[in-house]
């Protein structure tokens, strides 16, 4: 099952944020997808990214999950995209990510994507440095944070961002799905 037809079977409310969202071309700049250890936080942060590029959008301006730009996404081939883990979020790497996205895009989307994933994992002086580039956004940037306790990140980067829930499937749905 690819994440579209999951969210929208098993998380019908994200699903229908996202798909208003997109449709209407009302995108943040900022998201926080957060969800329950184990739940798909990560496949859903990677398919905003990649409904943001799609050469092969829906109806609803949602990702097909299989062009080349989706496919680029997901192997992190995508020039104007960054993956990074939150523990491995050092000052430098914020640096990087800053410098690196106040360049012009390269792709022909023009829309420059990073996403950091588990950022309460990442250490307070490098979201601090995080923290100005959020607050002064770029249209064309789209920062989408995955959590799994978002009462662990800094309120001010909460505050600043598009909060996304996937409500917690219990086991006992999981076995009989």
Known sequence: M?????????QHIVYEVLKNSFKKSKTSHAYIVSGSKGSP??????FMAQSLVCLNKD????????CINCQKIKNNGYADYKFVLGESLKTDATLSIQHEFNKSAMEQEGVKIYIIHLIEKAPVSSLNKLLKFIEEPNSNIVAIFTSNSVSNILPTIVSRCQTITLKEMYKKKLILD
């Open 59 to 66: 109806e609803n301006n949602l990702a097909c999950e299989e």
């Open 41 to 46: 936080i990560l496949e859903t942060a990677l």
């Open 2 to 10: 690819n994440t579209k037809q999951y969210l929208l079977e098993k």
